[in-house]
Each structure stands twice: as structure tokens, then as C-alpha cells.
């Protein structure tokens, strides 16, 4: 089945440092790829997300290509803040299948 | 902006006895689903609900679980007879279309400990 493996955490960065955190997937067909958060104490929210070959999501700083050939949906930011922190989550979705299959989740910590 | 809700934040109850976790989607939304995760694990798909069926389910929902749309605002998840590896943080979503294309919308979560 369906399948995402994403860098292990916990990332402990300083600000202004660049973030890369991996995500890869296993899937047939072209899933749909996200990146969601959960800042403390809250739900996941949607970051971003891309839903075909070579597209680009980004939102708040945060970007992730979506990368047919290497299957891979890496999240980058350029200069993190403090505000960051959180788990980030990597995951896909199937036309034709309700669910979205997480990876376990990357905690960040960014220190002033 | 709209956003899932769930109760209550926190629920702790003792192995062998039901218990019943709520939503509210947000409010055009027409697909739902729960997911859990048991700490330090991944999140999991547990069902998504359509149309007042079940369109899809996971191995983990057994026949121990439940879901109904009481009325035009709740989504509930019942689990029976709770077992001690239930214990978990739930999570409700919901999507305005299906939530294979569309996006998917969590809650806060529930915090379920069985004792």
C-alpha cells in the first residue's frame, strides 16, 4: 500500500537557519502530496500542498516540489523563526481513496 | 475562518466502557473522517463517512467503532468497549469533496486515555 517516510526528529535549528526537512512516498498513479503542521496543543493545518509532477507549494515562507522521478516532497524555508516550532507531518492522497497516509511526523525547534 | 471542533479536548475513562467522541465539521463540508494517533506513532486513517454511510475504513476499524451523523452538525466516533491500546489522540476532518483531491480539515483532538 501507500506509503511516506519522512526525516526522523526531532530538528533543533537557530533562527534564520534554512530548514530541509525529506519526504519521501511509495504510491501508484500521482497521488496528491501535503505538508501539514501542528503547532502545540492544536490540530493538524494544511501548510501547502501540490497535486501534479513538478508542481510547487509554498505558503508562509515554506516551499516543497513535488518530484515524480526521485517520488519525493521535500519542505524547505530559507530563514526560520522562533514561531516555527512545531511537528510537521508529510502526506499523500489517491483520487479514488478517501484517506491521507501520514509519515511520523518531524518536530522542529528553533532557539532565538 | 471555519475550523473543526471536537469534545471534549481530553477523555479518560476506565477499560470496557464506551465511549463516544464528537465533532462539528465545518459547515459545508459533506466528507468526514477520523484518524488517531497513539503517542510517538504515525497518524493513521481510522473511516471516512459520506452521503450517511461509511465510504471507506482502515483494519483498525473494527467492529469495536462506530460513526454516526447524529443530526446537521455532529460527527461522532464510538468505540464500544475500550481497550487499553485504544488510548490515543483522535483526530476529526472534514473536506468539501472528496478528500482523495480536496483538502482534508483536522479538529484539535481528542485526548482518549483508558485506564
Known amino acids: 500500500g501507500d506509503s511516506v517516510t519522512q526525516m526522523e526528529g526531532p530538528v533543533t535549528l537557530s533562527e534564520e537557519a534554512f530548514l530541509t526537512i525529506n519526504c519521501t512516498y511509495t504510491?501508484?498513479?500521482?497521488?496528491?502530496l501535503f505538508w501539514y503542521v501542528q503547532y502545540p496543543g492544536e490540530g493538524l493545518q494544511l501548510l501547502l500542498k501540490a497535486t501534479k509532477a513538478d508542481d510547487k507549494g509554498s505558503n508562509k515562507g515554506f516551499e516543497a516540489t513535488y518530484r515524480k522521478e526521485t517520488t519525493s516532497f521535500h519542505l524547505e524555508k530559507g530563514s526560520v523563526q522562533v514561531s516555527d516550532s512545531a511537528v510537521y507531518f508529510c502526506?499523500?492522497?489517491?483520487?479514488?481513496?478517501?484517506?491521507?497516509?501520514f509519515g511520523k511526523g518531524t518536530k522542529l525547534t528553533v532557539n532565538p | 475562518e471555519p475550523e473543526v471542533t471536537q469534545t471534549p479536548s481530553h477523555q479518560v475513562t476506565q477499560m470496557g466502557q464506551e465511549v463516544i467522541l464528537r465533532c462539528v465539521p465545518i459547515?459545508?463540508?459533506?466528507?468526514f473522517y477520523w484518524y488517531r494517533q497513539i503517542l510517538g506513532q504515525k497518524v493513521e486513517f481510522l473511516v471516512s463517512f459520506y452521503n450517511n454511510e461509511i465510504s471507506e475504513k482502515s483494519e483498525i476499524f473494527d467492529d469495536q467503532f462506530s460513526v454516526e451523523r447524529p443530526d446537521g452538525s455532529n460527527f461522532t466516533l464510538k468505540i464500544r468497549s475500550t481497550k487499553l491500546e485504544d488510548s490515543a489522540m483522535y483526530f476529526c476532518?472534514?473536506?468539501?469533496?472528496?478528500?482523495?483531491?480536496?483538502?482534508?480539515?483536522f479538529g484539535p483532538g481528542t485526548r482518549l486515555t483508558v485506564l
Open positions: 504510491a501508484t498513479g500521482y497521488p496528491s
Open positions: 502526506g499523500i492522497s489517491q483520487g479514488g481513496s478517501e484517506k491521507l497516509v
Open positions: 476532518a472534514s473536506s468539501a469533496r472528496s478528500g482523495g483531491t480536496d483538502t482534508q480539515y
Open positions: 459547515s459545508n463540508h459533506l466528507y
